[in-house]
């Protein structure tokens, strides 16, 4: 029960026929009438017409699929689950381990620009001291960790199993990074498992200000300039949260819809690429490279885990879990988007060892910055370790 076995990604070609046919065969909704050509009512269907032509017919899974088993990947079961992750060491002798989860609407995939660079620092203009071993598994229900064998799987549950992951890959002591739900899992690793973790990074970007009074308290310190602004952002989340509150209460529902419809995958996936990545960039691909939010969406709907994310969100919404869990491990933010007010909220005594604000990029990091995102990884742990 305790092997770890290699994985290799060869999805049936009967799958991406019937990916390409039903594409091919989408039933489209009629235009609105007078909607507007941006997403502020969500994905625009001349837009979505656009890129779901280019996913059957330019859009190259072969070639991505090439490209991700290029990377040493494996899976072993832990608590009855099967646990997929990348492991990619360094050929530095001394780097650091360093396990990095992604968040939700993500995947692994979020992070194969990061990984040369992470594993390889002298080729990318670091040094033999910043490199990392870096090990990127899956969130159970997300990507290859499927099928869910049980209910229960959460933030917690999650993080148990991923210290049992870097325990038996021989990591003692590890460095943790990640954004979304992936930094609620880093943080709780922190905090519960302090003598592995040698440092926890997470990236975040202005819109967590949003989730103030939700997820966490608001302070009374703050101006009045800036409780505008943390009032402003929770106000524009009301019009975010829609898949949130489905997903948190009614899974079964969206997953009808996510694992039969492509369409639905695309545009669901789609919306957020194009609200939560740098307010800069109109279309999502002025913000994440086309091919690679298409890698995410299709590794979504070749695994049907629309289904079993939305059941991930569900079970974490009532696990009643605090997801800024207290630890004496170093940490540190890397913010994207940034607003000072993010910090004067999060860290108004300036205590956090390590924080790094950049205008660019956004919610998804790993993505729409991954050099930034590298360097501030570097720097962290040069700190820490």
């Given at each position: 029960m305790n092997s770890i076995r290699e994985f290799r990604i060869d999805i049936p070609q009967a799958d991406l026929d019937d990916l390409r046919t039903r594409l091919t065969n989408t039933r489209w909704a009629d235009p609105a009438p007078g909607a507007p050509s941006d997403f502020s009512r969500g994905v625009p269907l001349d837009y979505l017409k656009d890129l779901a032509n280019y996913w059957a017919t330019g859009f190259d899974w072969r070639a991505q699929e090439v490209r991700i088993n290029a990377y040493p990947q494996y899976v072993t079961e832990i608590?009855?689950?099967?646990i997929h992750f990348l492991h990619v060491r360094s050929t530095e002798p001394d780097a650091t381990p360093l396990l990095m989860t992604h968040g939700y609407p993500g995947s692994f995939v979020e992070f194969l620009e990061m990984i040369d660079p992470l594993t390889n620092p002298v080729a990318y203009g670091g040094s033999a001291a910043d490199a990392f071993h870096v090990v990127i598994p899956s969130i159970p229900g997300f990507g290859f960790s499927t099928p869910v064998s049980a209910a229960g799987w959460e933030v917690g549950r999650t993080t148990s199993a991923y210290a049992e992951l870097m325990n038996r890959l021989g990591y003692p002591r590890y460095g943790a990074h990640g954004g979304d739900v992936g930094a609620g899992i880093t943080g709780r690793l922190a905090a519960l498992h302090p003598s592995s973790v040698i440092g926890a990074l997470v990236n975040s970007d202005r819109g967590v200000l949003a989730l103030a009074g939700e997820q966490f308290p608001i302070p009374d310190h703050?101006?009045?300039?800036?409780?505008?602004?943390?009032?402003?952002?929770?106000e524009s989340w009301k019009s975010e949260r829609g898949y949130l509150d489905l997903q948190s209460h009614r899974p079964e529902t969206i997953a009808a819809a996510l694992t039969d419809s492509p369409i639905a995958q695309l545009a669901w996936i789609t919306e957020k690429f194009a609200t939560w990545t740098n307010p800069n960039a109109s279309l999502p691909e002025d913000a994440v490279n086309r091919d690679h939010l298409l890698t995410n969406i299709t590794l979504y709907w070749l695994t049907r885990t629309g289904a079993t994310a939305a059941r991930f969100l569900y079970e974490a919404a009532h696990a009643?879990?605090?997801?800024?869990?207290?630890?004496?491990?170093?940490?540190?933010?890397?913010?994207?988007n940034t607003t000072p007010t993010l910090r004067r909220f999060m860290d108004p005594k300036l205590e956090v060892p390590f924080w790094s604000d950049h205008q660019e990029?956004?919610?998804?990091?790993?993505?729409?910055?991954?050099?930034?995102?590298?360097e501030d990884l570097r720097a962290f742990f040069r700190q820490v370790r």
């Open positions: 608590d009855g689950q099967t703050l101006t009045e300039s800036e409780l505008a602004e943390v009032n402003e952002l929770r009643n879990l605090n997801w800024l869990a207290p630890s004496n491990v170093p940490s540190g933010w890397s913010v994207y990029g956004g919610h998804f990091a790993a993505m729409e910055a991954p050099d930034l995102l590298v």
